[in-house]
């Protein structure tokens, strides 16, 4: 498959320097862009490549200012990540329809004769589909899922492989789920008791994961106590994620790697949180907000858009000065003793006359 | 099914305060809990409801003040979230009596022949029993799990979707294990070679889970070098939590979410630690130790029941103070730097003297 | 099977000192050897058990001095730790000899006709083979793992249990990964939209796995976005590990469990990440760097070797000094605040006069 510069300066509406007959026949990272490849400029940190790519033709930012001479063929775009997107998705739907389709039923597997399969769907070898389950049209499960009794999955969802989906739990359309991610274990609630040992507290509740959620690699999110623990429309969660029982977690939010969030705290819509931070429990994060990998929140955050750091976390911008006195703070220390000795020295000089 | 508030007070031991005849048919959470509800509140953050929630009847701590009236039908008891726990238990019993119990071989499975099994037990599609694993009564086995060979599982216990347990780990009886946890995988040990290559240490020994435990989805507790990596009866671990090869885990500790526990540290009983701790290797933790969310530990704690907090974690409150002079220490360093100007013109002052 | 001291002294090449007649049955940790035990101790932590076990050999290091009697049989070898690995290596090859070999291809599981299968593998029950799928010697496939299209597994590789490999992944020679790890799923690429929305990026490159390389349980490893995510020769992860896409570890690296590290970062060669680190995004870290546990880094580490610690992660020595002040910052602060009374009072003093 071959595309020209003006083909593809056509699909993404862009704004062509260089030679519109330029081909290419591979897409490339810059780093490893060589002849006949396409790659893209959105980074700041990647422009060194500008001058010195072998690639024949660049997508980049409509504003970006060239230095140098520049030998690829330039397409600028309002937007360098989101067109290059915009090709990836159209490369790789060309891609699938090449490849045979998944459909059907895999053998072995397993399906309750209660539960109601939609049309065109596939399910792997080895998959679970518990009783009363309810898996809507275009679904893909990947081999090796367990789906329990009375789950539901909206339409054009895509299950990989070795998801488990506890017992009625609820998931939307459009949805995507990637391997190993279990969703609806048990809540962690246990009532201390007076000799020391402590007691299961029944988790009765489910999850709901609503329409286009998509949800990384080895997560786990509880069942709620009672009700539902809540993944609101557009989420986007990553891998190893932990999100404990009567979790709410506003539209469209996006929550990096390996972060945890505790009981019953509610995350507001269009929220951003690294990797690695931790939520305590019972506490509620305004719209918006922005929270900085490895941070620690244990308060409510009221106010929408407020960006923040640390642990315990606070203002992103005054947690930086923080730190930078913090890696001086042996200096701040020698500087107080300096003082001590000179105010010492000014008492003794004062009290000689 | 309808319950009073009359039969609720007897089946707690509470006092009642309010109508013994209102009558509810569901349980839902304070925020949520409208007409013919029963809820509780436990936690303080919640009091602001008890005055504007539409629940029917409410189970409360005994000592709670009211400030306002109250609409609901109270019923008082000793400790409400534990009252609350043992409703949901009944509750979760009858609805389980309804559902068709989990009993018999599922088909596919695949069980060794010289597996031993318990009666009355269940074994789910797509699971694996090793040979000469034995697994006690009743036992559930979820779809898709992995039982090693020589694996050996107490009697009651309950094994989720998608865990595996490596050859020769033994389970206790009554011990819960959610789905995609792993039991058994190798420690991390290997030895650096001079050519800078590392040389696998092989892992002989095993992971032993005592009674009354309950592991969360996604965890891994890795095998000991030679020995056991030892779960005490009535530990608690939460989601996608690290164990190392020879760690050890006192009775009744109880450990949240993403918490991560370094080769051979010892933990006492009754510790409580928070989610994303780290324990370095080699340390011994005292009986009673609370660790806050995502504090470091790197040297023993010897003295039972200390509050810990911070990475280099120490004593829970000085931590508490040293945080809120981080984050102000750039008034702090200006405070020092006003001094410096003091104090120079004071200098200056003198010699012009 | 019994071994006297003087063939582990030939074996591993060491100097004796006691009776080399004396035998042992079985491999104990030192804490817990008995008579008849071989031990070893390599760690300083552990040399008070030297005068006190009753392991009836011991491997030591052979600058370790005594300073009171052994009642065990020494041996002295350069490194404790690696010969005592190298014991265990030949005591766990007789054991493996002694049981029956993993060989064949258990029933039911899935082997999609395509798939290319070397001589002498075990493939597992349940397990799952795509189309295209090359495995190659000698490998071993335990139960419940997903081998997707076209994925390549080099000669003497081992997957455990319920592993998930995406498609088109490669695998090298000797790659050891444990049980729940997924290889390959989707990297987290979201382009934002106008309207608040998220557009997923496809990821159309893969994850390849170079020889020698041995991956813990539950960690991810996510597909590039193009390209591929690559885990070079000799690398060591631990379990529950984030490794994003396009990320690149360098050969003989050893990271510890629940590190993250974020797209596209490098990390070089011979480094040692501890546990609960984290990676930002898009930087370069220097061969040989060693980052302590729960440290953060934000920026590239340009000077090889260096030891970097805290969050944001600087010089390690520096940063241990800088903690130390942080535990005593309120008395830092006391001290201040006396030197302003003190300045305040001698001001006062000289208008006075």
């Known amino acids: 498959m071959q595309f020209s510069a003006l083909q593809i300066a056509t699909i993404l509406n862009g704004r062509l320097e260089g030679n519109p007959d330029t081909r290419v026949h591979v897409i490339s990272k810059i780093e490893e862009a060589g002849e006949g490849s396409l790659s893209f400029i959105a980074n700041p940190k990647y422009e060194e490549f500008l001058y010195r790519t072998k690639a024949s033709i660049l ?12 030998e690829a063929t330039l397409i600028r775009v309002k937007d360098a990540y989101g067109s290059f997107a915009l090709l990836l998705e159209k490369y790789n739907h060309i891609l699938s329809e090449q490849k045979s389709h ?15 399969l939609g049309k065109n769907i596939y399910v792997g070898a080895f998959s679970y589909i518990g009783e009363d389950a309810k898996i809507g049209d275009n679904v893909q499960i990947y081999p090796g899922s367990y789906i329990g009794d009375g789950v539901q999955i909206g339409k054009d969802s895509i299950i990989f492989a070795g998801v488990k989906v506890y017992h009625h739990c609820v998931l939307g359309k459009n949805v995507i789920i990637h391997a190993g991610t279990v969703i609806g274990s048990d809540g962690f609630g246990f009532a201390p008791q007076q000799d020391g040992n402590y007691k299961k ?5 489910n999850v709901v994961v609503e329409d286009d959620v998509e949800i990384g690699a080895n997560t786990a999110i509880d069942r709620a106590t009672i009700g539902s623990t809540i993944i609101h429309k557009g989420v986007k969660l990553d891998n190893l994620i932990q999100i404990a029982h009567n979790v709410e977690i506003g539209q469209n939010t996006v929550i990096a790697a390996q972060t945890g969030i505790s009981g019953s705290t509610k995350v507001g819509k269009n929220c951003m949180l690294g990797g690695q931070v931790g939520l305590v429990g019972h506490i509620h994060i305004a719209d918006g907000t922005r929270i900085n990998a490895q941070s620690g929140l244990s308060k409510s955050i009221a106010e929408p858009n407020a960006a923040l750091n640390g642990t315990p976390a606070f203002d992103y911008k005054s947690s930086l000065k923080s730190q930078a006195i913090f890696r001086n703070l042996p200096e701040l220390e020698k500087r107080v003793k300096e003082l001590e000795s000179l105010i010492k020295q000014l008492i003794l000089e004062k009290e000689r006359i």
């Open 59 to 70: 997508i980049i930012n409509e504003d970006l200012r060239l230095t140098k001479p520049v």
């Open 102 to 116: 998944l459909s059907g039923i895999q053998q072995p597997s397993f399906i309750a004769p209660t539960a109601v």
């Open 201 to 205: 507290v029944p988790q009765i509740g």
